[in-house]
């Protein structure tokens, strides 16, 4: 049986007036124990609950890989915990839809020499557009989801829900108290409409806490694997992919070194990140990364790790969701930034250029890519606020132009 504190926290997390069964809650659900244990305390706290699973991809093909998602045996897992928890479960087909925004995205974005992000399309499309609207045509109050991180409402909403009179309440999204599980990085292209509407009851648990829960719930997915590398590509082998969908993609070129000798060839840049140093294919009297790839000459560029090195980075497809406007971080404020999931937030500083936004790293960094995210935040660490975000469109070291 939950403690009364877990199950005052998710009412907390759902935060919607009254009697919780009068509510009804859908769940998105993926077959992993995150998601599992977000419906299961749903229930548990009373509301009506009602778990989703979108099919995005080939299960026939992924039914035995170990650390997909979304598919094979993942679908099964799902149904299962519904079934345990007594909750009408419905499985979607998204597989055309997936294909057509988030692999061919992810495989045209490999091809412009990027090194895309296909969980944070998936969220901005498939799951927190499509998905959303299944949920309200389904009449639910809210969509719940698996995620660490908390949408909490505005401070100036008031106890009745309304941020002033005739006002709708709006939620801030913020890092979650497990800093180790933090997934706000995948979420910053969300719109402030799917955050008013989302919910994220793991906010203020930790990974161990979750599965306990999981046992708890009786749950026999509870020390199930979290799900590993990118859930399409099959032993993650990104390359073969973009080969088999785009045969164009093995257009051979030059390996270039940053002071413009000739070291080699290679047989597409797919084959390449920015960053890389291992598989290269050509050697030089000290250690070489991937610098820079030339998607219109098929060059790959090379060169010791200092020539990685960026600190002002350009961002495209901006998202806003802080409620204070742009203006007031103009150069102006301090922020902290992530370029990689993975990584704490570094310290920098927002500049507005012709519409353009340029982030200002206090301290360079090194390997940055176009097509990943830059996520802003307003302060760092746990609670930290997330000011919005966008995709990196281009990194320069600011030292070059001196």
């Known amino acids: 049986m939950l403690s009364e504190k877990i199950i005052k926290l998710v009412r907390e997390a759902i935060n919607l007036s009254g009697d919780p069964a009068s509510h009804r809650v859908v769940v998105a659900m993926s077959g992993g124990v995150d998601s599992s244990v977000a419906a299961g305390l749903v229930k548990m706290a009373g509301f009506e609950t009602i778990g989703i699973t979108l099919q995005l991809y080939d299960h026939g093909a992924a039914i035995a890989k170990k650390g997909a998602c979304c598919a094979g045996q993942d679908i099964h897992d799902a149904r299962r915990v519904c079934d345990t928890l007594g909750i009408a479960h419905y499985v979607l087909d998204y597989e055309s839809k997936f294909r057509e925004a988030v692999i061919d995205d992810f495989v045209d974005s490999y091809m412009k020499g990027e090194t895309p992000i296909p969980c944070v399309t998936c969220n901005q499309t498939v799951k927190f557009a499509d998905l959303l609207a299944q949920a309200k045509d389904l009449g639910a109050d809210c969509l719940v989801t698996g995620h660490y991180v908390e949408n909490r409402p505005r401070t100036d909403a008031g106890a009745d829900g309304e941020a002033g009179e005739g006002a709708p309440l709006h939620y801030d999204m913020l890092t979650p108290v497990d800093m180790a599980r933090d997934q706000s990085y995948f979420l910053f292209a969300t719109t402030q409409d799917q955050l008013d509407f989302l919910r994220f009851p793991l906010a203020r648990l930790s990974k161990d806490e979750t599965r306990e829960i999981a046992n708890e719930l009786g749950l026999d997915i509870a020390h199930k694997p979290d799900s590993q590398d990118i859930c399409f590509v099959p032993e993650g082998n990104y390359a073969d992919l973009i080969k088999k969908m785009r045969p164009d993609a ?62 002002m980075i350009a961002l495209k497809n901006i998202n806003w969701i802080s409620d204070a406007r742009l203006e007031e971080f103009d150069n102006k404020r301090e922020i902290y930034v992530k370029l990689r999931s993975t990584r704490p937030a570094r310290k920098a500083y927002l500049i507005q250029r012709d519409g353009d936004i340029v982030i200002k790293l206090d301290e360079a960094d090194y390997g940055i890519s176009a097509g990943q995210a830059c996520v802003i935040y307003e302060q760092e660490g746990i609670g930290a606020k997330v000011l919005g975000g966008g995709f990196i469109a281009g990194a320069t070291n600011s030292g070059d132009h001196n």
């Open 250 to 311: 093995e257009q051979a070129g030059d390996i270039i070194h940053v002071d413009g000798r000739a070291l080699g060839a290679h047989d597409g840049i797919v084959n390449f990140t920015i960053g890389q140093r291992r598989g290269i294919g050509v050697s030089d009297n000290a250690p070489l990364y991937v610098t820079q790839l030339d998607p219109k000459t098929a060059t790959v560029y090379v060169g010791p790790r200092e020539a990685l090195k960026r600190d």
